[in-house]
């Protein structure tokens, strides 16, 4: 167990490396003016240009100097330091006013995919081939099909504006009823992915040899299925859904932009399409870093549930 | 985000993961008469409606794409202010949009781009994941070892966030370098599942019998991996390409949905879905029809790629 | 050798005249989107309380669905009863619903499987697995479940049962993981153990121990006991009688000794010969010539007709009844009479 935490804990900072290197390097190497890249099409002040320069160090020329740079940011970013977006404010501080509402909506999201997910899946697994395992191998392969950029503005139309159901746009300081459409929309991947896992998990352990033991044994049927079957189905499931949460919080730049929740999502939105290259340098790290973690997290829950992999 | 995380990879890893029953019968029932895979598979596919339904699609589309003048006589550029929002006449089927230019010809014309950005995306990924697959899994031993490593990586990359990286280098360029540059990022970022996928099937060919003695009759590495472990790998790639073309195409409307993919005045569903979010309370049809036309191309490759791998590989159902 | 030591066999386990448990006629087919497939055509055994029949047959030859049958742990689909009585104490299990069956199984009827690394769930801990018929059929405190459980896996000759028992199925070897699962049958005390392959996928040197683990605790607890193999081997020291199936049938049936000294068949005229023997040098091995019947298409009259080297015009026509050659005995095959005393000489 130790052992297996500490391999991974040795890839992910490899992978930190790696993410962070190819991250920067899109970003700065070989460009002729890299301010100017940064700030897209729009004009750069003298102020700005020498903030830039000083933050990204970007007087350090050369190979040497895109080292020094490199691992300069790797510091700022380890020390939680983003620097300043292009409106002047403390990247640090969007982030941290922007991250409640994302991780209640991605919460939101994940029960979503658990409750019907899981659930839908368990039962389509056990009734192999029958109506209600087609019909939704039909619907989740429709939902794994459409892109959230035509699921999320038809569902703030159709469930916003011709038939106000919920509120089409959910604000600053979002109800939990306002979050509920977004985190349907923002959800439903994950619900159909989820669904699906299942079955096929859930299909394949009732095959399995040892159901045919926990039959030999005459224990019943619930318990073979809710307990045997099940506990070993969901190691997958569970561990889908543990990498599905870091995902889904930086996930959300659609559904944040296209429902207005002031989230992560939706300031790296907005910080594109104002072409605010600080901010959306500063936060797509965070979100790397984000969903490394979460994935490392995911491998040690992974062992947890897995003795197989635990004693290994 | 997670669209184009492709639909196949997490079900591969339930599978991978799961423990390895076997079905039913616990003796084998009988010795029946061999019948090859591919003939299998096409008499499964062949009663399966939705590769039928799928297949259509796809053909409508790509003819869409190479003549588009076949499904309409309109002008996608022709926008006239004065019809903003106005309703069918003439060609004009599903009425003007914001900017007075005809919804359904936008959407018709819309489709080149797309296609040709996820026809080449897929081109090139399975080109790279042909090449990275093959030596990874025929070389094994550190070069499997360093190149896995590399898919890992690389697979650990969430694609949205390094396309929107990558993309704001070219902010600037003309329609054809953002082409060019979308087409670029898709396949550096989304070669790792065919990889991956490539390099499992030739290890299993790989051991095979035929591979030993066509070395035992001395043909080179080079000339073993292109005769016969190749056409092995090719048909499980190309199944994952299939589903990538699909989550391509998605990816690229996103990216232009997001006004950093495709721009004016290259015509994209992403962009004018997002033209017609925003206009979505005075006229729906704007948003409606480019998103009907992306949900249905996305859907048709992905159900084809799906219904192909599921008649290659019965037992998954 | 015949195990003829005299059993403790409780009284009212077998009404009188009956057997302990008894097959009758039973037909089993599977139905698949390719066909049908015959897989059991016609079986009849039976077993007395305190012994030990040895079920033996080629994969495929139905040995195994037959027990699965008994257990009623059959898949269906596509697995089908079509006829055929499977009477315990007298009573037809294949007529009662499936709540009282599922009382006879592990109670009454335990099975072990060939695999115990597949056959074990993979992610409880032995000792649970051991005590949960204890805990959930005979409510049982987790405590005393967990006593009993180190008892049994004293019982099986597991070492430092008491550390052991929080393992998981990995972390043990192969011949102690069927120590594991021999110790998870035995736990309800059943009547009738069905033992299927137990020890195919182990090593030759723990073969031996597994099997003389088996025979000690049928004796010790007096069960009966249904050996289901391929080897012919294993048989010869733990059984009293043998049944040979071929597609789905009883080809021959006779106690241990007379069958190794003359069999009546040439089925297991040919298995016999083609065991390797000490005692004969530089022998040439026997096969027996061509494959298994496919069960979808099995051959007329009857079914070993076409790799027979006593094949004659009837057997293409023919379907051979029991033949009854006395002391129990039964050969299907129309020249029984012939080949036992070919294989006497």
Sequence with gaps: MFRYILRRLLQMVLAFFGTTLIVYALMFAGQTDPIQALAGERPVTAAQRAYLTEKYHLDQTGVGGFFYRYFDYVR??????????????????????????????????????????????????????????????????????????VLAPLAQYFLGVRWPVFPPTAGAEPSFYALLLPG?????????????????SVAENLRADYVRTARSKGLVKRRIVGIHVLRNSLIPVVTFLGVELGNLMSGAIITEGVFNIPGVGFNLFRGIRTEDGPLVVGFVSVLVVVYLVSNLLVDVLYAVLDPRIRYE | MSDFETVASSENQAARRGPSGEPGAPNQVGVQKPRSLAG???????????FWISLVLVTVVTLMAIVPGLFTANDPQDCVLSRQNAGP??????????????????????????????ALSALFTGVIALVVGMLAGYFGGWVDAVLSRVIDIVLGIPLLLAAIVLLKRVSTAGPNARITAVIFVLAVLGWTTAARVVRSSVITAKEQDYVAAARMLGAGNGRIMWRHILPNSLAPAIVVLTIALGTFIAAEA???????????????????????????????????VPSAFLALTVLAFIMLGDAIRDAFDPKLR | ????????????????????????????????????????????????????????????????????????????????????????????????????????????????????????????????????????????????????????????????????????????????????????AL????????????????????????????????????????????????????????????????????????????????????????????????????????????????PSGCPFHPRCPYVQQVCVDVVPHDLVLGDGRTSACHFAQEVRDDSAR
Aim: proline fraction near 5%.
């Design chain 1, 76 to 149: 700022s970013l380890l020390q939680g330091d983003l620097g300043q977006s292009l409106t002047g404010r403390q990247i640090g501080d969007i982030l941290q006013q922007a991250w409640p509402v994302t991780v209640k909506l991605a919460l939101i999201a994940l029960a979503v995919a658990v409750i019907f997910g899981v659930t839908a899946g368990v039962i389509a697994g056990i009734r192999r081939a029958s109506i209600f395992d087609n019909a939704t191998l039909v619907l989740t392969l429709l939902v794994l099909g459409i892109p959230t950029i």
């Design chain 1, 184 to 200: 349907i929309v923002l959800g439903s991947l994950s619900l159909a992915t989820a669904l699906r896992l299942t079955r096929t």
């Design chain 2, 40 to 50: 299998d598979a096409w008499r499964d596919l062949r009663r399966n409606p939705i």
């Design chain 2, 89 to 118: 006449s003439g060609g004009a089927i599903f009425g003007y949009d914001f900017q007075g230019c005809d919804t359904y010809a936008r959407a018709v014309y819309g489709s080149r781009a797309s296609l040709l950005v996820g």
């Design chain 2, 254 to 288: 996103t990216l232009s949905f997001l006004g950093i993919g495709l721009k004016a005045p290259t015509i994209s569903w992403g962009q004018d879905i997002d033209t017609g979010r925003i206009h979505m309370r005075e006229s729906s049809t704007p948003l409606i």
């Design chain 3, 1 to 184: 050798m015949t195990n003829s030591t005299v059993q403790p066999t409780p009284a009212s386990a077998t009404p009188e005249g009956g057997h302990l448990l008894e097959v009758r006629d039973l037909y089993v087919e599977f139905r698949t989107s390719e066909g049908v497939a015959k897989v059991i055509n016609g079986v009849s055994y039976h077993l007395d309380a305190g012994e030990t029949l040895a079920v033996l047959g080629e994969s495929g030859s139905g040995k195994s669905v037959t027990a699965q049958a008994i257990m009623g742990i059959l898949d269906s689909p596509p697995a089908h009863v079509r006829s055929g009585q499977i009477l315990y104490q007298g009573h037809d299990l294949l007529t009662q619903p499936e709540e009282q069956r599922r009382q006879v199984r592990g109670k009454e009827i335990a099975m072990i499987f060939q695999d115990a690394l597949s056959a074990l769930n993979p992610v409880f801990p032995v000792g649970w697995q051991i005590s949960e018929t204890l805990r959930t059929r005979e409510g049982m405190s987790r405590a005393d479940a967990r006593r009993r459980a180190i008892e049994l896996m004293d019982l099986v000759k597991i070492p430092a049962a008491e550390r052991r028992i929080g393992d998981y199925p990995h972390q043990f070897s192969g011949g102690m993981r069927q120590r594991v699962m021999i110790a998870m």
């Design chain 3, 187 to 298: 736990a309800l005390n059943p009547k009738v153990l069905i033992a299927d392959e137990p020890t195919t996928a182990l090593d030759v040197t723990v073969q031996a121990q597994i099997m003389d683990l088996l025979a000690d605790l049928r004796r010790d607890l007096g069960m009966a006991m249904i050996l289901i193999t391929h080897d012919l081997g294993v048989v010869a020291g733990v059984a009293d009688r043998i049944a040979v199936m071929y597609a789905g049938r009883i080809v021959e049936h006779a106690d241990v000794r007379s069958l190794y000294r003359a069999p009546a068949h040439p089925y297991t005229k040919g298995l016999l010969e083609s065991i390797p023997r000490l005692d004969v040098r530089g022998q040439e091995l026997a096969t027996i010539r061509g494959l298994p019947p496919n069960l979808m298409r099995i």
